[in-house]
């Protein structure tokens, strides 16, 4: 007998379900408005689909070396033709789930070369060298981490050896230059840097020199201390992986006391000026989740007030990138000078909040979101035969690059990268094959 995947969801909480009631092989989910069936056999149609539509996509993120990336490449296909930390960080992973995790090891080994003696290495490069953008536009905390997850992925961790002292050396200056003294945590020069372009939970334009303590850097940061420290250990280097250790243990405790709201029940940022909670809902208050730094009261105290609230991030297609409480919340097609975080649905913010939810016990909402954001890309592909960076939270409407982006033939240019993160997610709801990002 197959085993009946039950998804018996209501928002904020977990809701109790008679499977008598229920046809077999199906499940119940209640939202907000309306209740929805969903049967297991569709499922597994709905990710075997995606599979085999992202099988053909993934191929245009794959550009041959040439010039100064001397090894194969991973863009954000149509749009964007440059190398990016995280796009190719998360690409990366996906081929790395696919058996080919030599993609992860070429974008980390195409960044190692950009490092400059000061320990900085720009978030983004091209075929010409990298590309400093928005000031010198320091590379997010990811490069331990793809060093770490393609190794382990390539079952070899000996072509890490040449380039070692060089990780320590991005560390060392991320500590020099975005660490703060007080409270240990780490901050982004501007939102761009963050990725969450005009996220108003920071400073996103230049002329503002705010900066604040973040959720997202600090816990991005946590996750390179414990990369860094794997690697150390496999490599004989017992010293370094204690040091690493206890940077990690020390910035867990520093996120947990300075940046959650014990009140509001969720992490904010903090206004390094001020020392003040800059209370806005968005996607960097979830990325503690994804590593699962917050206890685990706490951690579903927060996805039941907030994740899961329609008033805040849960919305018809998906979960938000800022809350609809927020003022500033919108839906605008904006891809210059910045891409749009203040709440379309993105498919990447969302496969990091299933990681969340997954991590603390939420299996039934992690299929839901597999579910509407798998059909939101379907029918994006089958229109377009690409798809996009972002959604309209209340419509479903694919938002950037917009239809007047066409290249030379009059087709979309659409977006192709980080999504396919999602056939992970699916892979994890059907098979129970998970990709968490987990340092072991």
């Known amino acids: 007998m197959k085993k009946t995947l039950l998804l018996c969801i209501t928002i904020g909480s977990l809701m109790s379900c008679n499977n008598k009631k229920t046809a077999k092989n199906e499940s119940v989910i209640k939202t907000d408005s309306s209740q929805v069936t969903i049967n297991k056999e569709e499922m597994e149609n709905l990710y075997t689909r995606l599979r085999n ?105 000996s072509w890490v050896k040449p380039y070692y002292g060089q990780l320590k050396k991005v560390l060392e200056y991320r500590e020099r230059t975005q660490q703060d003294e007080k409270t240990g945590l780490f901050y982004w020069d501007i939102a761009m840097q963050s990725g969450a372009d005009n996220n108003p939970a920071m400073n996103y ?36 992986a204690i040091v690493y250790i206890e940077k990690a243990n020390k910035l867990k405790k520093a996120i947990n006391t300075y940046l959650w709201s014990k009140e509001d029940q969720i ?33 579903k105290a927060m ?41 379309p649905v993105w498919p990447i913010a969302n496969y990091i909040y299933s990681i969340g939810l997954k991590k603390y016990g939420f299996d039934k909402e992690v299929a839901w979101l597999g579910n509407k954001i798998g059909t939101l890309l379907l029918k994006d592909m089958e229109r377009h035969d690409t798809m996009h960076e972002n959604y309209n939270a209340e419509t479903g409407v694919a938002l950037a690059p917009s239809d007047d982006h066409v290249d030379e033939n009059g087709n979309i240019v659409g ?24 340092i072991n």
Request: charged share 25%; hydrophobic share 35%; with cysteine.
């Open 415 to 438: 977006f192709v990268s980080w999504n396919l993160c999602i056939e992970n997610v699916l892979d994890g709801v059907v098979n129970d094959n998970w990709m968490l990002l987990d």
């Open 205 to 240: 334009f230049q002329e503002d020199k705010r900066s604040f303590l973040a959720p997202d850097a600090s816990t991005l940061q946590y996750k390179e201390y414990q990369a860094q420290a794997a690697i150390a250990k496999v490599l004989g280097k017992d010293m370094d």
């Open 53 to 157: 539509d992202f099988e053909r996509q993934s191929k245009k993120v794959i550009q041959p070396a040439e010039g100064y990336l001397e090894y194969p490449y991973l863009i954000p296909s149509g749009f964007y033709k440059q190398m990016w930390d995280w796009d190719g960080f998360f690409m990366g992973n996906y081929f790395v789930s696919k058996g080919k995790p030599e993609y992860l090891k070429y974008w980390a080994l195409n960044l190692i070369k950009g490092i400059d003696q000061d320990g900085y290495v720009s978030g983004c490069a091209t075929t010409k060298g990298p590309r400093p953008i928005f000031g010198k536009f320091a590379m997010k905390p990811f490069l331990s981490q793809g060093v770490y997850l393609a190794s382990k992925g390539l079952k070899d961790f």
């Open 267 to 299: 992490y904010y940022t903090i206004d390094r000026e001020t020392g003040d909670f800059y209370k806005r809902i968005s996607y960097s208050s979830f990325v503690p989740l994804m590593a699962g730094i917050a206890p685990e009261v706490e951690g």
């Open 303 to 343: 996805i039941g007030k907030y994740l899961l609230e329609p008033s805040h991030m849960k919305a018809k297609y998906g979960f938000r990138s800022l809350s609809a409480k927020d003022p500033d919340y919108n839906n605008k097609n904006i891809i210059v000078p910045f891409s749009n975080w203040q709440g």
